[in-house]
């Protein structure tokens, strides 16, 4: 698709959303129903593509996407009556008398650009939530994960008008052309790298935006942890999708005393969720691409391998691995890492994580095992970044009644649910006057009189 061609594609859905198609409550209902039909019927082939493009299984494709999409659907047609409504607001002594109310009104044409790690989930969701809003929506998919793309595309052109919603796929070069094109809203989901660039094209337009980044994202373990169910759940959350995960541990901090049976827990785990072999095990996924392969091939250190470090170059696929004696000046430890490497550090004392945490980017999410009390509070109060568990990993933002979003470096914005109808909406405030009654304090000439009532009133 050219410039020209996605000019017009966005014309004709500004046309659409200023004859008023978009604003009638009942009018996005409907077009959200059609989205959950059209999931239902094309289970099938959402989960052929996501197998297709990452290895996924049908149980983890239904669990870590099409499951999540449907929920938020539910949620959303559940919720988007009392979301959509106008709401009183209190009116303040200067605007008495008077009304005061607020009225959610959606931006008008949004662009969501989606990454390729979940690549039906991280497309759909945000559509939900801006078409829920009352918005008209191009989509473009990553151009990594083609197969779902092409379901994508399927799915909106068959159940949507492409003045509702249009999927544009493509390459680099597409996503350059629409984010030269003046959209109302922009959400972005990727790294960091390419979220500087939305963001500088975005500022050229004063167009708002949302951007879900990443980071590397700690997980605590401290001495009073029960150690079986923490490996359990960390094995879990860091192998999910081979590693391909924003919020996956990034990397494990555990108390010194404990390391070596928490080792040898997640060394029991790992056999327990994904056997003696993972590379021959149907569930297990594999990388996306040859060059992200060859990336995480290089952070492995041999000499630092602990559990796993096998790989199969053909199928793209990488053990589920654990290094050990990693210091925060190790090379795995400069970005995220985004895959099934999971590099151990430890340290002394409480105040010694907090300040090596608290010294880096803030992360995209935190997660501490730890049945002390005290030391949740700590983590949770001293600490910044963008969500996440105590004695859990991931699960977070299973929740459409939750936001999910990050901070600083880790992002800007949050979605699901009721913050998601919000990132998409504009709440516009008005004030409704009679012409009964109008006060002559507020007019010039300011004499001393009107200045010591207009002090007295607005204390």
């Known amino acids: 698709m050219n410039q020209d061609d996605i000019l017009k594609t966005l014309e004709s859905q500004r046309q659409f959303f200023r004859e008023g198609h978009t604003r009638g409550v009942a009018s996005r209902l409907d077009v959200l129903r059609r989205l959950r039909d059209g999931i239902l019927d094309m289970e099938k082939e959402i989960l052929a593509a996501l197998h297709e ?49 607020i009225l959610p009104e959606p931006y008008g044409t949004a662009l969501i650009i989606s990454p390729w790690n979940y690549p039906f989930l991280l497309a759909i969701q945000p559509a ?65 790298k390419i979220g500087r660039i939305v963001m500088e094209k975005a500022a050229a337009q004063l167009t708002p935006v949302t951007l879900e980044l990443g980071g590397k994202s700690p ?22 999708n081979c590693g391909q995960t924003c919020v996956a541990p990034d990397y494990l901090y555990v108390q010194e005393d404990i390391c070596e049976p928490l080792m040898a827990a997640i060394g029991d785990e790992i056999l327990a969720q994904y056997g003696q072999s993972p590379l021959h095990n149907p569930d297990y996924g594999k990388i996306i691409n040859q060059d992200h392969f060859d990336r995480l091939m290089g952070l492995i250190d041999r000499l630092k391998v602990s559990i796993g470090g096998d790989c199969n170059p053909n199928t793209l696929q990488i053990a589920p691995t654990v290094l050990k004696e990693i210091s925060f000046s190790d090379p795995i430890m400069e970005d995220e890492i985004f895959g099934p490497i999971l590099p ?20 995209l999410a935190l997660y501490l095992f730890s049945e002390n009390k005290s030391v949740q509070q700590k983590l949770m109060n001293d600490l ?76």
């Open 53 to 101: 493009d990452l290895g996924k299984s049908a149980a983890e494709a239904y669990l870590s996407e099409i499951g999540v999409a449907l929920g938020e659907l539910r949620f959303m047609m559940r919720h988007v009556k009392s979301f959509a409504k106008p709401r009183r607001a209190r009116a303040s002594l200067a605007q008495l008398p008077g009304r005061c109310r």
């Open 128 to 192: 939900i939530d801006a078409i829920a809003a009352g918005n008209t929506v191009v989509i473009k998919p990553s151009e990594h994960a083609p197969a779902t793309s092409r379901v994508l595309t399927q799915l909106f052109s068959h159940r949507l008008l492409p003045e509702w919603a249009v999927v544009i796929q493509g390459d680099h070069r597409e996503s350059q052309m629409l984010l030269e094109c003046p959209f109302d809203y922009i959400f972005y989901t990727g790294g960091p």
């Open 219 to 240: 997980c605590v373990v401290d001495e009073t942890a029960n150690l079986a169910l923490a490996a359990r759940r960390i094995v879990f959350g860091k192998y999910l």
């Open 384 to 459: 910044q970044f963008g969500g996440g568990c105590i004695n859990d990993t991931i699960l977070h933002l299973a929740s459409s009644h939750m936001g999910f979003g990050g901070i600083g470096g880790s992002g800007m914005g949050s979605y699901h649910g009721k913050a998601g109808f919000d990132a998409f909406t504009h709440e516009k405030a008005i004030l409704q006057k009679n012409a009964f009654f109008d006060p002559a304090m507020r007019y010039p000439p300011y004499t001393d009189a009107k200045a010591r009532l207009l002090r007295r009133l607005m204390r």
């Open 344 to 363: 151990v550090l430890t340290y002394r004392h409480l105040e010694e994580a907090i300040g090596e945490i608290s010294a880096r980017p803030h992360p």
